[in-house]
């Protein structure tokens, strides 16, 4: 498979390069914005408290700061059909705030956090329209389909070869993306073992109508990954972390071999009736979650699990109606959690909403909260850890919104809206290993108590200063469920606190 791939990118470089290039356009567009936000709480329990019951001095305290952000897309034209498309972000940083250790990852980049806060590049590819289709080859936004829920056009690009080709209103769309590449190299020497790569297959097609008062398009795409980065050609042990029995701790170590096959199938439709705008996506994700080389010693090990599959399910559907100058509309989003009865199977976790889809001003909000404020904490469980967190993500969720606004002059709109979200699962630990989380037994006499996230009531004004200068001002308001406990034993009496943000940013487009 590797072998064909590399074929039929080397066929793709030499139509591409077969092009004479003369002379080269450059076509500049950039984002810049500068934003402040203050945040009442960073953590929204009412004082982290330790096994005896006792709070923290100072449990939840406010943050405020300036921040910003450049953006610059780039795109070198060497003739109609051929084209360089670049993209990097630079100057990412709270002013004058402490700079990141050169080491940490950017959840929202190609390059480090170190790197964004002077200059990274996350795009450089070649577009090219040929004609026996679209062919691009490089490092672009991954995991991009359909509508803006569970994408990641935000988060890290990816090394992609992606083919598109029309026939009418139908376009054929196949790709695949390197997710990790674990051969060894001269960055990543004394690599062992062989076939441990995550790769990415997708295909596809999209459809588009439009009537006389009915317009949209709908596509489907499956996508099939393989995820061999945890498949050693020889077992050896690692150690994840504790396992607590009553009063003590003792070590748990798990063996580095399986291997992960997991299939998607993501339909989506828009569709726009008058002044309605429609639109619902669909992701069903099943497969291996760990499929283990020695399965019999797994399956008999108290600590590990046999084989376990996947069956994830997410749900989205959105309306807008224009009325004039006033608009309305609702958002649904179904994304299933995990049961942990099913020791044998994974529902949710694995699924998300995506990066690109900030529904809240505070919950589920992946870009203020999470990647600015640093996400704000839940009590988390017994010892004060953050297992639940406010922003990021959204998963394991119902989540309802009902939102209006209005646009008195053409510069000017106003927006409100009301959510309310529901964890689909309580929080609850397994008795067996699940990678990125410790095993503890679960106790009968301690539980995530409640499932709601809370309602949130947010009020956004944005005022277009020119047609590239824009100005925003935001309050929302988030009444806190009791999800965020964490445990509640009987007699700590664990309480969650009400919490709030005020933002505003200027940006600026071109």
């Given at each position: 498979?590797?072998?064909?791939?590399?074929?039929?990118?080397?066929?793709?470089?030499?139509?591409?390069?077969?092009?004479?290039?003369?002379?080269?356009?450059?076509?500049?567009?950039?984002?810049?914005?500068?934003?402040?936000?203050?945040?009442?709480?960073?953590?929204?329990?009412?004082?982290?408290?330790?096994?005896?019951?006792?709070?923290?001095?100072?449990?939840?305290?406010?943050?405020?700061?300036?921040?910003?952000?450049?953006?610059?897309?780039?795109?070198?034209?060497?003739?109609?059909?051929?084209?360089?498309?670049?993209?990097?972000?630079?100057?990412?940083?709270?002013?004058?705030?402490?700079?990141?250790?050169?080491?940490?990852?950017?959840?929202?980049?190609?390059?480090?956090?170190?790197?964004?806060?002077?200059?990274?590049?996350?795009?450089?590819?070649?577009?090219?329209?040929?004609?026996?289709?679209?062919?691009?080859?490089?490092?672009?936004?991954?995991?991009?389909?359909?509508?803006?829920?569970?994408?990641?056009?935000?988060?890290?690009?990816?090394?992609?070869?992606?083919?598109?080709?029309?026939?009418?209103?139908?376009?054929?769309?196949?790709?695949?993306?390197?997710?990790?590449?674990?051969?060894?190299?001269?960055?990543?020497?004394?690599?062992?073992?062989?076939?441990?790569?995550?790769?990415?297959?997708?295909?596809?097609?999209?459809?588009?109508?439009?009537?006389?008062?009915?317009?949209?398009?709908?596509?489907?795409?499956?996508?099939?990954?393989?995820?061999?980065?945890?498949?050693?050609?020889?077992?050896?042990?690692?150690?994840?972390?504790?396992?607590?029995?009553?009063?003590?701790?003792?070590?748990?170590?798990?063996?580095?071999?399986?291997?992960?096959?997991?299939?998607?199938?993501?339909?989506?439709?828009?569709?726009?009736?008058?002044?309605?705008?429609?639109?619902?996506?669909?992701?069903?994700?099943?497969?291996?979650?760990?499929?283990?080389?020695?399965?019999?010693?797994?399956?008999?090990?108290?600590?590990?699990?046999?084989?376990?599959?996947?069956?994830?399910?997410?749900?989205?559907?959105?309306?807008?109606?224009?009325?004039?100058?006033?608009?309305?509309?609702?958002?649904?989003?179904?994304?299933?959690?995990?049961?942990?009865?099913?020791?044998?199977?994974?529902?949710?976790?694995?699924?998300?909403?995506?990066?690109?889809?900030?529904?809240?001003?505070?919950?589920?909000?992946?870009?203020?909260?999470?990647?600015?404020?640093?996400?704000?904490?839940?009590?988390?469980?017994?010892?004060?850890?953050?297992?639940?967190?406010?922003?990021?993500?959204?998963?394991?969720?119902?989540?309802?919104?009902?939102?209006?606004?209005?646009?008195?002059?053409?510069?000017?709109?106003?927006?409100?809206?009301?959510?309310?979200?529901?964890?689909?699962?309580?929080?609850?630990?397994?008795?067996?290993?699940?990678?990125?989380?410790?095993?503890?037994?679960?106790?009968?006499?301690?539980?995530?108590?409640g499932t709601s996230y809370g309602f949130e009531v947010d009020v956004i004004g944005t005022y277009n200063i020119t047609n590239n200068l824009s100005y925003m001002m935001g309050?929302?308001?988030?009444?806190?469920?009791?999800?965020?406990?964490?445990?509640?034993?009987?007699?700590?009496?664990?309480?969650?606190?009400?919490?709030?943000?005020?933002?505003?940013?200027?940006?600026?487009?071109?």
């Amino acid at each position: 498979m590797k072998r064909c791939w590399l074929f039929l990118l080397s066929l793709g470089l030499v139509m591409a390069f077969s092009v004479s290039a003369f002379a080269v356009d450059v076509k500049v567009g950039a984002d810049y914005y500068v934003g402040g936000l203050y945040l009442n709480k960073t953590s929204v329990a009412d004082g982290f408290r330790n096994y005896f019951n006792e709070p923290s001095n100072d449990p939840n305290p406010s943050t405020a700061f300036l921040y910003q952000r450049l953006r610059v897309d780039t795109d070198f034209i060497v003739s109609p059909c051929l084209k360089l498309v670049t993209r990097f972000d630079a100057m990412e940083r709270i002013w004058g705030g402490q700079r990141s250790n050169p080491g940490d990852s950017d959840p929202n980049s190609a390059g480090t956090r170190a790197e964004n806060e002077n200059i990274a590049f996350d795009v450089t590819y070649i577009d090219y329209t040929s004609p026996i289709g679209v062919l691009q080859v490089g490092y672009m936004p991954d995991y991009v389909w359909g509508t803006v829920f569970a994408d990641r056009a935000n988060g890290p690009t990816a090394g992609q070869i992606k083919y598109s080709k029309p026939f009418g209103p139908f376009t054929f769309v196949c790709g695949y993306a390197k997710e990790e590449d674990m051969s060894t190299s001269a960055v990543f020497p004394g690599q062992d073992d062989t076939d441990q790569d995550y790769d990415s297959y997708r295909l596809g097609g999209i459809y588009n109508f439009k009537g006389n008062k009915v317009s949209g398009e709908a596509g489907l795409l499956f996508t099939y990954e393989r995820d061999a980065t945890f498949k050693a050609d020889e077992n050896y042990t690692l150690w994840k972390g504790w396992l607590q029995i009553f009063w003590f701790y003792i070590p748990v170590y798990t063996e580095r071999s399986y291997l992960r096959n997991s299939y998607k199938v993501n339909p989506y439709a828009k569709v726009k009736i008058g002044p309605v705008n429609l639109q619902a996506e669909l992701v069903y994700q099943f497969g291996d979650a760990y499929k283990w080389e020695d399965v019999e010693a797994h399956s008999t090990d108290y600590f590990k699990p046999a084989n376990v599959s996947v069956s994830a399910l997410s749900v989205f559907l959105d309306a807008t109606a224009n009325l004039g100058m006033f608009y309305t509309g609702g958002s649904f989003a179904y994304l299933s959690g995990d049961d942990p009865s099913t020791t044998d199977k994974i529902e949710g976790g694995i699924n998300n909403a995506g990066l690109d889809w900030n529904p809240c001003l505070i919950l589920f909000n992946n870009d203020t909260i999470s990647y600015w404020a640093g996400g704000v904490s839940g009590l988390g469980d017994l010892y004060g850890g953050n297992r639940t967190q406010v922003g990021g993500p959204m998963s394991n969720a119902w989540f309802g919104q009902l939102r209006g606004g209005v646009k008195p002059t053409p510069q000017l709109d106003i927006m409100m809206s009301l959510s309310y979200a529901k964890a689909d699962k309580n929080k609850n630990n397994r008795l067996y290993f699940v990678e990125g989380e410790w095993p503890v037994i679960n106790y009968s006499w301690g539980n995530y108590p409640g499932t709601s996230y809370g309602f949130e009531v947010d009020v956004i004004g944005t005022y277009n200063i020119t047609n590239n200068l824009s100005y925003m001002m935001g309050v929302g308001y988030l009444f806190t469920g009791d999800y965020f406990k964490g445990y509640d034993l009987p007699g700590y009496d664990y309480k969650v606190v009400d919490d709030y943000i005020f933002i505003n940013k200027l940006t600026l487009r071109f």
